[in-house]
Antibody
Framework: QVQLVQSGAEVKKPGSSVKVSCKSS????????INWVRQAPGQGLEWMGG????????NYAQKFQDRVTITTDESTSTAYMELRSLRSEDTAIFYC??????????WGQGTLVTVSS | EIVLTQSPATLSLSPGEKATLSCRAS??????LSWYQHKPGQAPRLLIY???NRATGVPARFSGSGSGTDFTLTINSLEPEDFAVYYC??????????FGQGTRLEI
């Protein structure tokens, strides 16, 4: 397992963007996929997308394809998730998680994003 | 997209009892099925991967079984700290990774 530390809570206006960071303590950052998972209030876990840093090519869930960008900075072992055109329904906790082949073995602590006017 | 359906939605049991949670996939996921425990205010915790392998540090009372489309998470002799929401997740047909809707295990 590795430690993933996410950035702090955010409050955003509708229509704006949010960028959440996820810093990894893993020496294998470049070769392990980092995924982003969302949990809206009272809802379950929802996969948004993921990226293997060394390949720089993210995959996104169709639902978020037009509004999300996932990137990495290998020099700081940090992954980022940017969500644009925020609406109230995007209020949620966002988690980053390291993928080990078939499963997500390490998770960040979560970042609460509140979208409110 | 593979859909995972968990049952029951809510399971009410007492400490010391045995819990049996089900996860059914809309098509075969081979054995690429994982289970997570999620408590309020905490990150999800990996319990079982590849259908039946316990993750590091997971107590032996947790076990997983199944393959193809039908999977089971069994928790023997429930402890008070086991009451949480449990999710299954597949990574067979990717993207996307998909989760079940969750089973709430309550006292």
């Amino acid at each position: 397992q590795v430690q993933l530390v996410q950035s702090g809570a955010e409050v955003k206006k509708p229509g704006s963007s949010v960028k959440v960071s996820c810093k990894s303590s893993a020496g294998t950052f470049s070769t392990s996929a980092i995924n982003w998972v969302r949990q809206a209030p009272g809802q379950g876990l929802e996969w948004m997308g993921g990226i293997i840093p060394i390949f720089h090519t993210p995959n996104y869930a169709q639902k978020f394809q037009d509004r999300v960008t996932i990137t990495t900075d290998e020099s700081t072992s940090t992954a980022y998730m940017e969500l644009r055109s925020l609406r109230s329904e995007d209020t949620a906790i966002f988690y980053c998680a390291r993928e080990l082949g078939t499963h997500l073995d390490s998770w960040g602590q979560g970042t609460l994003v509140t979208v409110s006017s | 997209e593979i859909v995972l359906t968990q049952s029951p939605a809510t399971l009410s049991l007492s400490p010391g009892e045995k819990a049996t949670l089900s996860c059914r996939a809309s098509q075969s996921v081979d054995n690429y099925l994982s289970w997570y425990q999620h408590k309020p205010g905490q990150a999800p915790r990996l319990l079982i991967y590849d259908a039946s392998n316990r993750a590091t540090g997971v107590p032996a009372r947790f076990s997983g079984s199944g393959s193809g489309t039908d999977f089971t998470l069994t928790i023997n002799s429930l402890e008070p700290e086991d009451f949480a929401v449990y999710y299954c997740q597949q990574r067979s047909d990717w993207p996307p990774i998909t989760f079940g809707q969750g089973t709430r295990l309550e006292i």
